[in-house]
């Protein structure tokens, strides 16, 4: 008997009992479904990340230095002096000073979720940000410490309805002026990138009496990431003396790391999804196992007509592989669907990998020669007598 | 064509209470082209020999030669092929697969036997044809009554067009007329064809018309009967 017979049959059998052929199919439906929905909003969410860390300016070094109460420090003006003398290498330097639990008002009006930093007046290159309106801090903002800052969307629509630029809020008592909007990048959201306000680090050094212990750093251009990290961190180690005083990490590093965190994180949610493929499998052994017994005698009258063992073990495997496979391609569809459906609910753009779906299909195909191979085997063992006996 | 050389069946051996043998040392030999009916009370074995016949079942000990083959030398896969293509099986209870139609049931072993949709189709119908069942080739088993069922059975087994006919019964369950229309027509398979029959009956006037006639009783041979030695 041919391949193409034995699957007529296995779809003719399967017809026959449509309900339970159906809710065998659903263990392998879900178990494809799960894994394709999942790794497709996996690979979404690390495309995403890995885009915002590009945003973020792949170029980047950043620097910060742990207070240990030594008596060598490194100055914002050192580190300024340092990216100076070597342009070849570097673009430039930026501090970030955050301002920890800024009261932020405007007249009457009061924000203490805004996040208040400062920065040189090549933080926007340096983080690839502009500004909507207005300009962005300058060298002589920084130099002269200018009270002027640079807000985000969310800050002004909090304060101001429609033009923020020239008017004055007060950052812990301290009077700025809005010289700039940034542009938009979050969405506008309180607590967001939005809700930002950026002042002169100079200013901020001041009037949170702190000193400058975080740096983006700014390679020329991606090919010299590496190097102006090696010359940062032996000129740091000249100065310092000591490695445990600062840490240095690349954007890319950075990404890398993120990126690997992810990458595991979606190996265990596809783990956790090929287990329902397992469940779904060990379905589809249950339901050919009640097949081949309740086939019995039927099994026995066709091993009378002249049905060799490889004949019943092909019809029962094929049944299995036939079940899981329009499972599986059930599964694809509804995974992709699924994909983009949650996709769409989360603000993520799935991205459906052809390996997801194949891996999905293999497995599902394999599931159904694997679990339904056993009760095929037994079938095809039976002894035709005692099979045409059995009631 | 078949012989039983010392064939044995004991079911539950060396359990005293427990041992039945069901078939107690047996010796026959059936030619080419005979028609040979097997009589015997119920449970003398008639139908554990059957099966034997049939290689559905193998015995406890002893020879048995199929066209002077020990058939306990085969291995699975010849058996099959035997079953397939020596062999038409008629059980006593038609044995027909519920879900399948009438005609799928006459074409299971052609399929099995590798033959091509259309040839198939075609084969199983003629048998159907010749058992007068054409008009109910759609059907399936359960909208047929029993006779019907039976004839089936027997296009079945004939369908294939194999040497020998092994029919366990085949009037058993069917009123006394559609019995003998069925015997008629396996009569006139034997005499048209010069296919080989063996035949299981309890009804004496059934045995009546086969030339001869093997008389079981407790697993034993106690009488083989050929009408052309009376003639
Ligand atoms: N699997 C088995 N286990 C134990 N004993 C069995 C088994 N199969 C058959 N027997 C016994 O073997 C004996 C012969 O059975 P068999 O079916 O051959 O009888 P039979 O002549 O065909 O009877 P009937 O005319 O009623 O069909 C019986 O006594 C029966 O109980
Ligand atoms: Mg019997």
């Known amino acids: ?391 | 064509m078949i012989e039983f050389r010392d064939i044995y069946k004991i079911y539950n051996e060396g359990e005293a209470e427990n041992e039945v043998r069901a078939v107690d040392g047996i010796s026959f030999f059936i030619g080419r082209g005979e028609f040979v009916g097997i009589v015997g009370a119920s449970g003398s074995g008639k139908s554990t020999c059957m099966n034997i016949i049939g290689c559905l079942d193998v015995p406890t000990r002893g020879q048995y030669l199929l066209n002077g083959t020990d058939v306990s030398t085969m291995s699975e896969k010849q058996l099959a092929h035997v079953r397939n293509r020596e062999l038409g099986f008629v059980f006593q209870q038609y044995n027909l697969i519920p879900k399948l139609t009438i005609l799928e049931n006459v074409e299971l072993p052609l399929l099995y036997k590798g033959i091509g949709q259309s040839e198939r189709r075609e084969l199983s119908f003629r048998a159907l044809e010749k058992v007068g069942l054409a008009d109910r080739v759609k059907k399936y088993p359960a909208q047929l009554s029993g006779g019907q069922q039976q004839r089936a059975s027997i296009a079945r087994a004939l369908a294939g067009n194999p040497p020998v006919i092994l029919a366990d019964e085949p009037t058993g369950a069917l009123d006394s007329k559609t019995g003998r229309d069925i015997l008629e027509f396996i009569k006139k398979l034997n005499e048209e064809d010069g296919t080989t029959i063996v035949l299981i009956t309890h009804d004496p006037s059934i045995a009546e018309e086969c030339p001869r006639v093997l008389k079981i009783h407790d697993g034993k041979i106690i009488d083989d009967i050929r009408k052309q030695d009376i003639k």
Request: charged fraction near 20%.
């Open chain 1, 1 to 391: 008997m041919s391949i193409t017979q034995s699957f007529m049959l296995a779809v003719k059998s399967l017809a026959a009992s449509k309900m339970r052929a159906f809710l065998t199919m659903l263990g392998i439906v879900i178990g494809v479904a799960a894994v394709i929905a999942l790794v497709s909003l996996m690979n979404g969410m690390s495309s995403l990340i890995v885009s915002s860390f590009e945003d973020m300016g792949m170029n980047n070094i950043m620097v910060s230095f742990t207070p240990r109460g030594g008596n060598r420090e490194i100055k914002p003006e050192d580190m300024q002096k340092f990216c100076d003398d070597r342009e070849d290498l570097y673009f430039g330097m930026t501090p970030t000073l955050n301002i920890m639990g800024a009261t932020v008002k405007q007249g009457t009006v009061n924000s203490n979720t805004s996040s208040v930093v400062g920065v040189s007046e090549l933080y926007d290159e340096i983080n690839g940000k502009a500004v909507e309106q207005g300009t962005f801090l300058t060298y002589v903002d920084v130099e002269n410490r200018m009270r002027n800052c640079v807000i985000g969307t969310y800050v002004r629509d909090y304060f101001f309805d429609g033009d923020a630029i020239g008017k004055t809020i007060k950052i812990n008592g301290y009077p700025f002026c809005v010289t700039g909007v940034l542009e938009e990048s979050a969405g506008g959201e309180q607590s967001s990138a939005d809700d930002t306000i950026l002042i002169p680090y100079t200013v901020a050094s001041k009037i949170a009496f702190t000193r400058v212990s975080n740096y983006t750093v700014a390679a020329k251009d991606n090919e010299h990431v590496e190097e102006a990290k090696k010359e940062l961190q032996k000129y740091l180690f000249n100065e310092l003396g000591d490695e445990d005083m600062y840490t240095i990490i690349t954007m890319q590093e950075a990404a890398n790391i993120v990126d690997d965190i992810l990458g595991k994180m979606s190996m265990v949610l596809v783990g956790i999804a090929g287990i329902s493929l397992l469940v779904g499998g060990i379905g589809i052994m249950n339901i050919m196992l009640v097949s081949v017994t309740e086939r019995t005698r039927e099994i026995g009258i066709r091993k009378a007509l002249g049905a060799t063992p490889w004949d019943i073990l092909s019809q029962f495997v094929v049944e299995a592989i036939t079940t899981s496979a329009i499972g599986g391609v059930v599964g694809i569809f509804f995974g992709v669907f699924l994909a983009r459906m949650l996709g769409n609910m989360v603000g993520l753009r799935a991205v459906i990998s052809a390996s997801a779906i194949l891996i999905s299909v293999s497995v599902s195909a394999g599931i159904g020669i694997a679990f339904g191979y056993f009760p095929a085997k037994k079938a095809a063992k039976l002894n035709p007598i005692d099979a045409l006996r059995y009631d």
